[in-house]
């Protein structure tokens, strides 16, 4: 039978785990520039004792994609600099290699067992009103233009939660648990350099987390399927820039170009085998109201339930961008950005889930898998471990959100963060059972 967590053990984690999930909130940060978030998970790991890799070490640096330029990277770890992150582990993460892996030794023999978390921020301008809680109580994103809108604030407290419970346990715990800070899950951009790199080619049993996604507060999904494969595009658009009254014809118009392909994008037939999907994000274009657009820069994804239907939809997406420029006499440039794939949790793992669920009182354990509406690139670790014999599943812990995710009200109930924590530190004591 699994140990139980104490309970003073879980309420110092707790506490702070909410204080960490603030300054995480107050203090966000992009895909790959989590210098500070990153640097503060490393700090904390290592203090509790657990053998700390980073940067370069955990992730495949020429595997990553989507990476900002190199002024971004250098004005946001600047940014950590100046916002106290810890100085020992800071280098180690320049350039945009923003992942942690901590490991923990359990002093008895097991499996290897590891819990994913992701860490990285959204471009999106957080409510500032007294309605919106983090803006209230004073946590309320200091960077405007960017807030935790997803909620990977509070899975970096609830992994540093769990990884603060099982070291105090370590004479008790059975096998080896890694603790896996991803970066830029957002746009797919992280799991892949981390996989690559060999991160979870030892592990027998893999968990990732989320929380929210429709699923109530003080109610957990031990088994999540249905993410969708994604990829993301960037397509740019480059014309020639003439005076609109004097001489139009002389013109080559992108952003007409980039409108025509949007009104097409949407148009593009769904796949009859499962659920596509395609957005626009983003259109930025021209200089001003009496010049023809020289320039035009579109944020695309697609998505399909299977990787054979997202590509479909991408074949598609790409032929609608050609063909548009194609007709204003413009060219084209189409940079793939990032992607996700499908994976399915293994019934097995999820009982395992559920049980050690169901030992902590008044928590509601779902026992049918949670159906996604989105796309997640922890299906590539989750792929990997499968792949190499082992087993792996996406688990939720619900809680009531203020608005709904990716949303500038995003905000979870933190009354969740305790129980939360508890389910983790049960969870991964439970898969280090042989």
């Keep these: 039978m699994s140990v139980s967590p104490p309970a003073d053990l879980l309420a110092a984690a707790a506490k702070r785990a909410v204080a960490l999930r603030r300054d995480l909130h107050r203090h966000p940060e992009l895909g790959l520039t989590e210098f500070r978030t990153a640097s503060l998970v490393a700090a904390r790991l290592a203090e509790l004792g657990l053998s700390v890799r980073l940067g370069r070490e955990v992730m495949d640096s020429a595997s990553r994609v989507g990476l900002p330029d190199e002024g971004e990277l250098d004005r946001c770890y600047r940014r950590a600099e100046e916002e106290g992150a810890p100085a020992a582990f800071l280098p180690a993460l320049a350039g945009g290699h923003t992942a942690v892996v901590g490991t923990l ?77 991803q970066p830029a899950e957002e746009g797919g951009r992280g799991a892949v350099p981390m996989v690559k790199a060999g991160v979870v080619d030892d592990v027998d049993r893999f968990v990732a987390i989320h929380v929210g996604t429709g699923v ?22 480059r014309g020639r820039a003439a005076h609109a009254g004097g ?9 007409l170009a980039a409108s025509e392909a949007v009104q097409a994008l949407y148009g593009i037939s769904r796949h009859h085998a499962g659920r596509s999907r395609v957005n626009v994000g983003t259109l930025a274009a021209g200089s001003g109201r009496n010049v023809i657009a020289d ?70 354990i779902c026992t049918d898998a949670h159906m996604a509406g989105g796309s997640e690139d922890a299906t590539y670790f989750m792929r990997r471990v499968q792949e190499r014999g082992g087993q792996a599943a996406y688990a939720v812990i619900g809680s009531d959100l203020a608005s709904g995710h990716h949303t500038p009200r995003f905000d979870i109930d933190e009354d969740d963060i305790p129980w939360g924590i508890e389910f983790l530190a049960r969870t991964l004591l439970r898969l280090g059972e042989p």
Excluded: W
Aim: aromatic share 4%; with cysteine; glycine share 10%.
């Design 295 to 364: 320039r035009a820069f579109m944020q695309i994804e697609v998505r399909g339930e299977s990787e054979e239907i997202a590509e479909y939809m991408l074949r598609r997406a790409e032929a609608v961008l050609r063909g548009a420029a194609a007709m204003q006499e413009v060219e084209v440039e189409i940079k793939t950005v990032g992607r996700t794939t499908t994976a399915l949790s293994d019934p097995a793992l999820a009982r395992l889930i559920a049980e050690a669920g169901a030992a902590i009182p008044g928590i509601g």
């Design 105 to 181: 030794a359990g002093s008895r023999p097991g499996p290897v067992v590891a819990l994913r978390v992701d860490m990285d921020a959204l471009p999106i301008n957080e409510d500032t009103t007294q309605a919106h809680l983090p803006a209230r109580e004073g946590f309320v994103s200091a960077h405007p233009g960017v807030m935790h809108a997803c909620g990977h604030d509070v899975h970096t407290a609830l992994g540093l939660g769990a990884a603060e419970v099982l070291s105090g346990l370590r004479d008790r715990l059975k096998g080896t648990v890694k603790f896996v800070f």
């Design 216 to 237: 109530a507060s003080r109610s957990a999904c031990a088994a999540v399927n249905g993410h969708l494969a994604s990829i993301k595009l960037d397509a740019t658009f």
């Design 247 to 255: 001489q139009p014809d002389q013109g080559r118009n992108a952003l």
